[in-house]
């Protein structure tokens, strides 16, 4: 099994929509399990076909692709597989597979691109998105190459004069009219609009000025972040290639749930299971917050589904000062399961209170039950 897409559906990675369609329909054909039932192969890979027809089909997601080696993101995981592939694999994937020099060139010599951006999703325990932490991530990211210090060049050479354009990164081409001289210009192809050329690669990084490794970063997350926030670090994404600026570095906050709290924007809130009893006649007790343990009490006579709110005991915002809430609602719990003993007395409060308890027989319940058949 492979984990690059364009493999998976057996296409060129420049392969147009139409060819990507054809190869998609051609194996989901093959593979549908209603052509090979019973074959769990098959289903696994009409899975995996139809998985990456779903991302090559949309252009958003195959550019997104493109530059970071996964559809929702470039991930610490394994975004190129199990090792499989050499560095060049690494290198396509990388960078786009549209030669070392990226996109987005305009008129003049551009000098080296920027590096891509990077995504890299960030799973925190709740109190620490509701106090904020420092956290460790891992990219898979591109960095200055040593031996070159970036520029690309062996050690002892430097980058050339582009000898096309002179450096200017343009070609012109003049033409006469019947108006007159008309010049128009164009991107320079031997050096992609850079001005400069590298006669004698850095063996090191072919040329590129930058390799691929694993890198760490700790990340200060402020307090109060959720999940589907997002915090940019500026220039901490994958360098560009031959001394190119870096892209930014993008964490996508995941916050795992808390067993007791529930986060409402920056309100907290807790079901609290209290007796009946307790209830009725009132409760003083040691409720513990994120904060720690503060007084609590439950009036006498507290009904089910009732609030309680601790000011300022909820998540802090985000950017700003204050707090949210605290929301505490009892949930009053009828007791099972009563011994005999217990039923008798529960009776006799029935009854000093002037109600009429008729206990329903386990024979009559069932009759009842059939007549509802
Ligand atoms: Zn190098
Ligand atoms: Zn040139």
Redesign the pocket.
């Known amino acids: 099994m492979s984990n690059d897409l364009y493999e998976v559906l057996g296409v060129a990675r420049d392969a147009t929509p139409e060819e990507i369609k054809k190869a998609y329909r051609t194996l989901a054909r093959r593979l549908h399990p209603d052509t090979s039932p019973d074959d769990p192969e098959a289903e696994a890979r009409f899975k995996e076909v139809a998985q990456a027809y779903e991302v090559l089909s949309d252009p958003a997601a195959r550019e997104r692709y493109d530059r970071f080696g996964s559809a929702d993101g470039f991930n610490f995981g394994d975004p190129f597989g199990g090792g499989a592939g050499g560095l060049g694999d690494l290198f396509d994937a990388f960078f786009g597979g549209a030669g070392p020099f990226g996109s987005g060139r305009s008129r003049g010599p551009s000098g080296p691109p920027r590096g891509p951006d990077l995504e890299v999703v960030a799973t925190l325990e709740f109190t620490e998105a509701v106090f904020g932490t420092q956290h460790d991530v891992k990219v898979r990211t591109a960095v200055s190459c040593d031996v070159c210090d970036g520029i690309g060049a062996a050690p002892g050479t430097a980058p050339e004069t ?1 000898p ?2 002179g450096g200017s ?1 343009e070609q012109r081409h003049v033409r006469q009219t019947m108006l007159g001289q008309v010049v128009s210009a164009s991107v ?1 192809r ?2 992609q609009g850079q ?1 400069q050329i590298v006669a004698d690669p850095c063996n090191e990084c072919r040329g590129e000025g930058r390799k691929v490794i694993d890198k760490s970063y700790t990340v200060d997350v402020p307090a109060g972040v959720d999940t589907g926030s997002t915090l940019r670090l500026t220039g901490r994404g994958a360098v560009g290639p031959r001394g190119g600026r870096s892209g930014d570095l993008f964490v996508k906050i995941k916050v795992l749930p808390h067993e007791r709290f529930q986060r409402h924007g920056y309100d907290l809130v807790e079901e609290l299971p209290i007796s009946m009893m307790q209830a009725a006649i009132g409760h003083h007790m040691q409720y513990e917050t994120l904060d720690g343990a503060e007084d609590l009490v439950i009036p006498r006579g507290t009904q089910s589904g009732r609030v309680f709110r601790l000011r300022h005991r909820g998540v802090p915002h985000v950017e700003g000062r204050g707090r949210g809430d605290l929301l505490v609602r009892a949930v009053v719990m009828t007791p099972q399961n009563l011994s005999r003993e217990e039923e008798d007395l529960l009776e006799k409060l029935a009854e000093l209170r002037g109600e009429t308890i008729s206990r329903p027989d386990t024979g009559l319940i069932s009759k009842i039950r059939s007549a509802f058949r």
């Open positions: 582009c096309d354009c990164g320079c031997r050096c001005g």
